[in-house]
């Protein structure tokens, strides 16, 4: 009996790829990146593959790098894989050909992912997949998580078998992170399927002086061609020796599968022609039709894409089938139809033209679930009906409402196929609460009973702070093939009180559906808080309405905000799906399991908070009638622009699927700055200005990493029509008499992050645990509300007057980066923010893909924005290893814009008529704000005299007049890029000699995609792939960019010393060449509370592991020593640093001796650096590189 | 000149004892008290509250950020590590290497909380090369609800069952805020505690009147605590079977042949060796020795000698005591009201 366990397939893919390779090069990427932490995790703890050895799994700078070291690997004769998905796949395209020429035995294991185009997306399509059909791999696809499993296990012999390379791929997010009941072969089974002779013969065909032979020549136009045939007869014998491999496997494992399946009437007429996990939907409603309404339907499920198995299609597919609609979860656009539909038609063409087949069927293109847009029973119906018309449509979409080209399918949305026997539950809840991880469980305890299957998927939205989750979940005694959300629930969890106020939670509540609120409200008090739609829904569809405040329950256990135990037993005991004592005991169980490892006190707070569950759960009765006046909330004023008031909202209320293609824009552009459009609420606590108290030195709006806290002065006499409850203080600076000053929290906006607590220097005289800035429940938001838009009716401060070269001077700018989704005190964005406030309206940002590109661009609302004047910062993201190119590019486009509009200025000099401004233009130093603002006004002047100037020197100059004002050109991006994959393309850049600013927003790890180490990560600091602790220095950028001696570099930790990041910044953007900042980043990919971040940063920079400096070429241009050291010697040590975060803790608790060995080398190195830098700092100018451009 | 000692069984070569405190917080620490020469060193308190604290701190952090955001389910990578975070592996390893570097007792501290931690716990430093454990039943005052027999139970409680769980000898530092002190330290020495220490130090909060705020009080002692040990140590001197240890208040050689003349086993000291380096402890005792050859006395006869007659009604002997202290002070100050 083999293992039944509740997996995703990432795990399920990943278990038999680890056990049957002896290498994994890998790099992280969304949705595949689970597959090589688990292997990373498994190596590290020392688990062998099949024959006994533990795989080595090592990551590399790229998926380029990764698949070069596979290619070499290879070579030498080990069995490799990797995982990866999307530009990941990309990038190993090279190499993939590579592979393939040489007939090499591999298999990548993909999580198959949408492509960045218009946009990026995480989630799952085949377009990946269908862009590396050309290489020369086969590609062998599953469709669920047990399928993501055998399919495994098949490609590694087939790979062997046939001497070809496999690209096993499933579907991104739907299958890889799915959790399904499955059974897992055992290492006996994967040996018995994969002979040891084959392996030798693998290592056989490796490089070896023993036996030498030249492998990768350079071929003429004589043999190049010919060679290339050679491989044919090797793909010829795909299909049967594949057939061979499904055989053995089936012999083992008893599950049977084929390069082709059909499934359906053996009479059908109507056939559908899929990959992936749309199989899944497809099947059970081809049989329902065909029972229910003698449909002769049918579906082809191709498993093996390549070779395209064209005699098994042939032999699958019915001769009686006449309409034909193959579905492609891709879109080619230009191409005269998507990749799988061209293969079948040319193998039905080609039969039926050599009478193969008597008739040539109708056959349609269909595109569906891209970026895991859903794919549903009733879309498969509405295809399946449209086959039925008279005339098909030839080529279509589902699943969307494409109302420009008209492609899409209507589609009956009430058409449905839920088993009854299954129970399916949904669950609303919070990123922090915990939901997530309880129905995991409950998950694994459902389905860990041998009558009882169950399944789980979980929809995240893309804010990092306050995120909202969504839990799918069905349980039931059959197997359970339902790869869609569920459409209908017997259970609705609701876990916050607030996202009933936002989102229709009824939305997929069915008659006598059960309801749990987690409520702050007394059960009798509840009804009477509830939005009227949620009353008039649990009337009309008599809902069993259930509550308990779990928030006071979890508080009371000492659990804080982790209500998810409670709800979870709250469920279980409601539900019904186990008896009430056997449920407790099973969740009791598995709280134990999981906690006790590393912390009984967790242990037994759970069990006290589960056993205290039950006591607090009401049943509510539901009176007969409505009372609540309450709507839900609107997603965005009615003061928003259009798009914000009808797309934007859409998507923030949940209904972007209803959105039409003709809403959206054609090629990825956006308005800027709606963030502020969207009012989140994530935090019941908030800033709280004191203004008695307050020095208004702007050290708190300096850190606030959410723009949340914004400073004005004005005249006193402006505050005669302030809203009650508006605070204001005198302005306490020199030269403006009878000025008020007002510190404003945008009190919606806040996450209660507490960095501004922290920053603040005061405390009031008596109160030693307060500051001039506390954090305090939000009390009465509406007037709150109301301060806020009085303030922002008050002008905002001239920034030609303003001191931009102290903190307290740029709390007066106005940040054109503001609300982001960032993690609640986000060490990156203060950075941002400061940019955007001091360079913004000039400012064009290139940003690598991460997550500054997240939280910087991730649709539906967006924090970049603009000014009164309707100016701020121009963002784009590339892609994640072309950001410095994408930079320098955007730079030399506004040089080119920029000598262009000079010389059409001197050329049109007598048309404009005003030699002074045309002089001024030419000439104007643009250093300081105050020469920007002459600047901007003389272009604005230009522009006007341009009016009704004839001829094309006049156009040309009217569409690059703007870059007579200097322009700034950010290249923003995370350590994962600068130090990693980026990391060449910084470095040319760098070399580049051109005017742009790079800025590294170092957290020292791959945050965005969980934490994975990257080439910033510090000796000894546990990081995904680092699981032992780093082994090795972190790179010193800024030493490696001095070298050049053109370009200006500092490092920065706003925590320990902003002035010092201040001037780095303006020194940066000021000089004519190329910049690198290295800014340190507190992040939650750290371990401990990031309310203490800018203490760490601080920590950091006194123990030497950060040491502050400046480097400036042109310092060393006028003869002084460039090198400038901004932090005191280090008197901290580095353990001191270290001990209150989790990546260092981790390991001193795993292994103290190593802890040791590594703290210690960590802190030998400090030691010699300091030395380095001191001595640095000593020198003479004549020392350092000079800045070749200016000799 | 022979100063060994007997200590809850252990041989020492002499009564001064480095007791737990920060000096014994790293090996070189424990090292250079044992090379000034004193008889054992006892190490800095492990606290099981603040172990758990920090298990609980590590789990919950890591699991903080996980299952909100598509890309990242988690932060961290799975490394197994023991359910007591860092603290007790820093702690056992250093007891290892302590014990491993000097040659006279090294007697761990444990500062408890649960009775099953205590238990885990005491039997791991045990195993890791304590001679002795020293128990730091230290309950958090200023909880008006628990009744005092409530906390003489405990103490026994955690008593006996570390008692019963390790072969090497076991004290007990008790505080001195018990109703009635030496009918506890009898009780304790029934229970079968080796040795007794006299007296843990109530750590009380200060308050700073000009920034308004109330700071830790962790000070120093000084020469005048050692006056209520110092008089139970003399009570209860030949009335236990445990050793008697005397703890606060030595700072001169003087205050050691005080508490040995009042009885005490050994004397401990921490602040005189935070004052002044832990060669203050050779200072201590050639003190003690000068002192001795000057009276012509052994150590042995020395200890106990004006400790409480055996027979001598206890409370008369207090009051004998209060009585001249008056006597004293009217001689001193004048005439008292």
């Known amino acids: 009996m083999s293992e039944r366990l509740i997996i995703d397939g990432n795990e399920a893919a990943a278990d038999v790829a680890f056990r049957l390779s002896e290498l994994c090069s890998i790099y992280p990427i969304t949705p595949s990146s689970t597959m090589a932490e688990l292997a990373d995790e498994w190596s590290a703890h020392g688990r062998p593959n099949v024959w006994g050895q533990v795989p080595t799994v090592i990551q590399l700078q790229s998926e380029g790098g990764a698949a070069g070291t596979m290619h070499g690997a290879l070579q030498g004769g080990a069995l490799s894989t990797t995982f990866t998905a999307s530009q990941g796949l990309l990038l190993m395209i090279p190499n993939m050909y590579k592979i393939a020429g040489e007939l090499t035995s591999t298999v990548f294991h993909v999580a198959a992912r949408s492509l960045a185009t218009q946009g990026l997306s995480i989630f799952g399509d085949h377009q990946d997949v269908m862009a590396v059909r050309q290489t020369g791999f086969c590609l062998l696809n599953s469709a669920s998580v047990q399928e993501a499993h055998d399919m495994a296990a098949v490609a590694h012999l087939a790979t062997l078998r046939t001497r070809l390379p496999f690209v096993h791929f499933f579907d991104g997010f739907r299958t890889s992170h799915e959790l399904n009941t499955m059974h897992r072969l055992s290492d006996d089974q994967l040996r018995e399927l994969v002979p040891r002779e084959l392996v030798l013969e693998h290592r056989a065909r490796a490089l070896s002086p023993a036996n030498p032979f030249i492998r990768g020549t350079a071929q003429n136009p004589d043999t190049y061609f010919q060679s290339r045939e050679t491989v044919n007869s090797f793909y010829d014998r795909v299909p049967a020796l594949l057939q061979d491999v499904f055989d053995e496997f089936a012999a083992i494992s008893g599950r049977t599968y084929s390069a082709v399946e059909y499934h359906g009437d053996p009479l059908a007429e109507r056939v559908l022609v899929v990959m992936g996990s749309g199989i899944e939907t497809i099947v059970p409603v081809v049989e329902h039709l065909n029972a229910t309404a003698d449909a002769r339907t049918g579906v082809l499920f191709i498993r093996l894409y390549r070779p395209f198995p064209v005699e098994s299609l042939l032999a699958a597919l019915p001769a009686s089938a006449n309409r034909i609609a193959v579905l492609d979860r891709t879109k080619e656009p230009g191409s005269g139809g998507e990749p799988l539909f061209l293969d079948v038609t040319s193998a ?321 552009t956006y308005p800027s700055g709606t963030t502020q459009y969207e009012k989140r609420n994530v935090s019941e606590i ?252 003389r272009v604005k002047l230009l522009l006007e005299k341009l009016e009704g100037v004839p001829g094309h020197r006049a156009t040309d100059l009217r569409s690059v007049a703007d870059h007579l004002l200097r322009r700034s050109v950010w290249i923003v991006g995370g350590d994962g890029w600068a130090y990693d994959i980026g990391s060449s393309g910084v470095d040319h850049v760098l070399a580049s000699g051109r005017n742009v600013n790079i800025l590294v927003l170092d957290t020292e790890v791959y945050s965005n995609t969980g934490g994975q180490s990257s080439k910033s990560t510090p000796l000894g600091a546990v990081a995904k792939f680092a699981t032992a602790g780093k082994q090795t220095n972190k790179k010193d950028m800024a030493m490696q960019a001095m070298a050049y001696g053109s370009v200006y570099v500092a490092r920065v930790a706003m925590g320990a010393d902003p002035q010092q990041t201040l001037k780095a910044f303006r020194e940066a953007e000021a000089f004519d060449g190329p910049s690198l900042i290295i800014a340190y980043s507190h992040c939650i990919a750290h371990g401990y509370d990031i309310r203490k971040g800018l203490e760490q940063q601080y920590k950091a920079v006194h123990s030497g592991h950060w040491p502050l400096m400046r480097y400036n070429p042109v310092i060393r241009e006028a003869g002084g020593n460039p090198f400038l050291l901004d932090s005191p010697r280090p008197r901290l040590t580095l353990r001191e640093y270290q001990d209150r975060e989790l990546r260092y803790k981790v390991l001193r608790a795993a292994n103290p001796e190593e802890a040791d060995r590594l703290v210690g080398l960590a802190q030998a190195a400090v030691n010699r650096r300091w030395g380095e830098y001191e001595e640095l700092a000593m020198r003479g100018a004549e020392h350092f590189a000079a800045d070749t451009r200016s000799q | 000149m022979d100063l060994t000692t007997n200590y809850m069984g252990l041989r020492l070569r002499n009564p001064l004892v480095a007791s737990a405190g920060p000096l014994s917080q790293t090996v070189n620490g424990v090292r250079a008290l044992a090379d000034a020469g004193v008889g054992a060193v006892v190490m800095y308190s492990l606290f099981e509250e603040q172990m758990r604290r920090e298990a609980e701190k590590m789990a919950e952090l890591e699991e903080a950020h996980e299952d909100s955001f ?166 209860l001197r030949g009335k236990v079977k445990a050793s008697l240890a005397a703890s606060s208040g030595v700072e001169t050689p003087s205050d050691v042949v005080k508490y040995l003349l009042a009885g005490a086993d050994i004397v401990m000291t921490t602040s005189s060796l935070v004052r002044h380096g832990a060669p203050h402890a050779g200072k201590l005792l050639e003190g003690l020795e000068a002192w001795l050859t000057r009276k012509e006395l052994t150590l042995e006869r020395a200890r106990g000698m004006l400790a409480v007659p055996r027979d001598a009604d206890p409370a008369g002997y207090a009051r004998t005591g209060y009585v001249s202290a008056l006597e004293k002070a009217k001689s001193t100050y004048g005439a008292l009201r």
């Not at chain 1, 009804?527 to 569809?541: A, H, S």
């Not at chain 2, 008692?163 to 090497?168: F, L, P």
Request: net charge negative; proline share 6%; charged share 20%.
């Open chain 1, 348 to 668: 039905l063409g080609e039969a039926y033209a050599s009478g193969r087949r008597a008739t040539m069927p109708h056959v349609s293109g269909g595109r569906y679930g891209l970026s895991s847009k859903e794919f549903t029973p009733a879309m498969v119906k509405a295809i399946v009906d449209e086959l039925a018309r008279p005339v098909p449509k030839p080529r279509f979409t589902v699943g969307i409402n494409d109302d420009v080209t008209h492609l899409s399918l209507d589609v009956d949305a009430s058409f449905d196929l839920n088993d009854p026997e299954t129970l399916r539950a949904v669950f609303y809840g919070l990123g922090s609460d915990g939901t997530v991880g309880a129905n995991k469980n409950t998950i694994k305890i459902l389905g860990s009973g041998e009558d009882m299957f169950a399944q789980g998927y979980f929809v995240y939205d893309s804010k990092k702070s306050g995120s909202r989750t969504v839990s799918h979940l069905r349980f039931g005694p059959n197997p359970i093939r339902a790869p869609y959300l569920v459409n209908k629930a017997n259970f609705i969890g609701c876990h916050h009180w607030s996202i009933l106020e936002q989102v229709d939670i009824l939305e997929l509540a069915q008659p006598g559906t059960t309801l749990l609120l987690n409520s702050p409200h007394a059960p009798e008090e509840l009804w009477g808080q509830l939005p009227r739609p949620v009353q008039d829904r649990i009337i009309e569809l008599g809902i069993d309405l259930y509550c308990i405040d779990a928030s006071a329950v979890a508080r009371a256990a000492g659990l804080g905000s982790r209500t998810n135990t409670i709800l979870q037993t709250c469920f279980f005991a409601i539900s019904g799906v186990l008896p009430r004592d056997v449920a407790i005991e099973k969740v009791k169980t598995s709280i134990t399991k999981t906690y006790a490892r590393k912390s009984m006190e967790i242990v037994r707070k759970n069990h006290e908070a589960v056993d205290a569950s039950l006591s607090h759960l009401h049943r509510v009765e539901v009176p007969a009638t409505a009372t609540s006046s309450k709507l839900l909330a609107n997603p965005v004023p009615a003061s928003a622009p259009e798009f914000v008031r009808t797309v934007t909202a859409t998507m923030m209320s949940g209904h972007g699927d209803d959105l039409p293609v003709s809403a959206l824009p054609v090629d990825g």
């Open chain 1, 686 to 937: 908030v800033a709280v200005w004191d203004p008695e108290a307050c020095i208004q030195c702007g050290n708190c709006s300096f850190v606030c990493p959410h723009s949340v806290l914004r400073a004005k002065h004005y005249p006193t006499a402006r505050l005669e029509d302030a809203p009650e409850g508006f605070l204001s203080a005198p302005l306490n600076s020199a030269g403006l008499p009878d000025s008020r000053y007002t510190l404003q929290v945008y009190v919606e906006d806040c996450t209660g992050c507490g960095l501004c607590v922290e920053a603040c220097p005061v405390k009031p005289i008596g109160q030693p645990s307060r500051r001039a800035i506390n954090l305090e429940p939000v009390v009465e938001r509406e007037k709150e509300k109301a301060a806020v838009t009085y303030f922002e009716e008050l002008p905002q401060n001239n920034r030609a007057r303003l001191d931009f070269g102290t903190v307290r001077g740029t709390q007066y700018l106005q940040p054109l980066f503001e609300f982001s989704g960032a993690c609640a005190g986000c060490g990156e964005t203060p950075y941002l923010k400061l940019l955007s406030q001091l360079f913004g309206d000039r400012t064009t940002v290139a940003n690598a893909t991460g997550c500054s590109s997240i939280y910087g661009g991730n649709l539906p609302t967006t924090p970049w924005a603009k000014n009164a004047a309707g100016r701020g910062p121009a963002w784009s993201n590339s892609l994640f290893e072309d950001n410095a190119e994408f930079g320098l590019g955007l730079r030399l486009a506004a040089d080119l814009h920029e000598d262009l509009a000079r010389a059409r200025l001197q050329e049109l000099r007598t048309e404009i008529g005003d030699d002074e401004l045309v002089d001024a233009l030419l000439a104007a130093p643009q250093r300081h704000e105050s020469d920007l603002l002459l600047q901007s006004e």
């Open chain 2, 70 to 235: 598509p890309e990242a389910l988690s932060y961290f990578p799975n490394v197994p590590y023991s359910s007591d975070g860092t603290a007790v592996t820093s702690y056992l390893r250093l007891v290892e290497s302590a014990a491993d570097a000097i040659d006279v007792p090294l007697i761990a501290s444990l500062n408890g909380a649960t009775l099953g931690g205590w238990v885990k716990n005491a039997s791991r430093l045990a195993d890791a090369g304590a001679s002795a454990i020293e128990l730091n039943i230290y309950l958090v005052p200023g909880d008006v609800t628990v009744t005092g027999s409530e906390v003489e139970h405990r103490h026994i409680e955690i008593l006996q069952a570390v008692r019963e769980s390790v072969s090497v000898p076991v004290a007990v530092k008790m505080s001195p805020y018990f109703s009635s002190v030496g009918n506890m330290c009898v009780a304790l020495d029934h229970a079968g505690a080796d040795g007794l220490v006299l007296f843990n130090r109530f750590l009380q909060p200060d308050i700073d009147i000009d920034r308004l705020e109330v700071t830790p009080g962790v000070t120093l002692s000084s020469r005048d605590d050692a006056r209520l040990p110092r008089t139970w140590i003399a009570v």
